[in-house]
């Protein structure tokens, strides 16, 4: 595929950001934000769509939380080929292949989408619905490379936060469609035409970085970082939780609290939404405070929500639980924000500790980080389906998620522990032995 290449970036450079590198980076971070949008809005189309299943249907809650499980596995999983089709095929390049394939889960949603089709049908036209997921781990290896570290927090940030409001705008989109008492062919007619205009735009106004280079050596080295790993787990209880809860919403209100589709829709979009919104500040205070720092309390206020929404669960208080569960949606955004900054911050740290410095420095964390960023959003959201299996279980064996909700608080009290032992407890030098005379960074700043 021809495409635009850039053959010289360095971000680094305040020099060459002032000269035109960052108005390139910008033009790149919006036409990204669409993409992956859209992206999100497809791989969480299915949290829309159980709604307008009723008994006509044949689909019991279980069956439903399983469908919408099906959806999150696989856009999990392929988080990891997409992140290194960036360096394969080019940023602006793939974002195109990305885009333009969302249009097979909503063409085959669009066939089936009627009483009498078969559940295996449903599975695996759900499940289709994962290449969306794939679009944030390609969105975000590519705005890593165009911003500068000083700058990645708020980027990423927006990057996500962007594409995160996906899932609240086709909740909006489908509320609007079942109180206009349409049915769910008009949803997907809705989204296919704005898909082809997300790909159409990313051939127009986005580049491809011919420095960035598929690394099996740094995906290699990724991998056996430790760091990846507990990121890993740290993002699960930030992401996982958002878009498990995501998935999730709609369908709790209808089982547990005997919510109508209408009424039901009409909540769901606020969580998703304010978890969105915010997701750029926590990039930003990640920024000033220290990622670490922002983390761990935030996951103290994870726990605390949690904690609400179960007593709210046991006394079935809708108001209650509602209101627990939208602040516990706004902190699981703030946490995706502050979690995905440490990142990078954490590689760059490991370059200081090594002896590097200047661009040497910052090369080698875009290039860890870059490679570390698919592994641990993949795995990151496989909370979602931890979720969803955990909500399934839940009702089938006590007809409420109160035991879901209390499994989750215990995470969260696990999530809060890591962060504080392993970037707040101690500097970077007990984590890695070092040198004296190389300069020094706490992973308490990243």
């Known amino acids: 595929m021809a495409g635009r290449w850039i053959e010289q970036w360095d971000p680094e450079d305040e020099t060459f950001w002032e000269a035109g590198g960052e108005r390139i980076a910008r033009r ?129 940030g927006l990057n996500a936060g962007g594409g995160n409001i996906g899932v609240p705008v086709v909740q909006l989109v489908g509320l609007a469609v079942i109180g206009a008492a349409g049915g769910p062919r008009l949803l997907l007619g809705i989204y296919a035409p704005l898909i082809a205009v997300s790909a159409i735009c990313a051939a127009l106004f986005m580049d491809n970085l011919a420095p960035v280079r598929n690394d099996t050596g740094a995906a290699k080295e990724a991998a056996r970082d430790p760091h990846t790993w507990i990121m890993s787990f740290l993002y699960i209880g930030t992401f996982g939780s958002f878009i498990g809860y995501s998935f999730a919403f709609g369908l709790v209100l209808q089982t547990q609290f005997g919510r109508t589709p209408l009424q039901a829709a009409s909540i769901t979009f606020i969580g998703p939404l304010l978890g969105s919104l915010i997701r750029p500040v926590g990039g930003r205070l990640a920024d000033r405070y220290g990622g670490a720092r922002i983390t761990m309390w935030n996951f103290l206020g994870m726990g605390a929500a949690t904690t609400v929404v179960v007593l709210a669960s046991v006394k ?117 032995p070092v040198t004296e005379a190389k300069p020094q960074l706490s992973y308490a700043e990243v």
Request: proline share 3%; glycine share 12%.
């Open 28 to 156: 790149n971070l919006i036409f990204s934000v669409l993409s992956e949008h859209i992206g999100f809005s497809i791989w969480t189309l299915w949290s829309v769509l159980v709604l307008f299943m009723g008994p006509e249907y044949g689909i019991d809650p279980a069956g439903k939380f399983f469908l919408v499980a099906m959806a999150t596995v696989v856009g999990a999983f392929i988080r990891v080929p997409y992140t290194f089709a960036v360096a394969r095929f080019g940023g602006r390049n793939w974002t195109i292949i990305a885009a333009s394939m969302l249009l097979l889960p909503t063409v085959a949603a669009f066939a089936v989408m009627e009483p009498g089709t078969s559940y295996t049908t449903f599975m695996l036209v759900a499940m289709l619905t994962g290449v969306g997921g794939g679009n944030f781990a390609s969105s975000m290896t590519n705005i890593n490379s165009f911003f500068p570290l000083r700058k990645k927090g708020w980027a990423l």
């Open 316 to 432: 079935e208080s809708l108001a209650l639980f509602t209101t627990a569960f939208i602040v516990l949606f706004v902190l699981t955004g703030l946490g995706n924000g502050s979690t995905y900054k440490m990142i990078p911050g954490i590689f760059q740290a490991k370059a200081l500790a090594k002896g590097m410095t200047g661009e040497a420095a910052a090369a080698y964390g875009r290039r860890l980080s870059g490679a570390s960023m698919g592994l641990i959003g993949a795995v990151g959201a496989l909370g979602g389906l931890g979720i969803n299996l955990a909500f399934r279980q839940s009702f089938l064996t006590a007809g409420t998620g109160t035991s879901a909700f209390v499994a989750f608080l215990a995470f969260y009290a696990a999530c809060f522990t890591v962060t504080w032992a392993v970037y707040l407890r101690r500097p970077a030098t007990s984590a890695q």
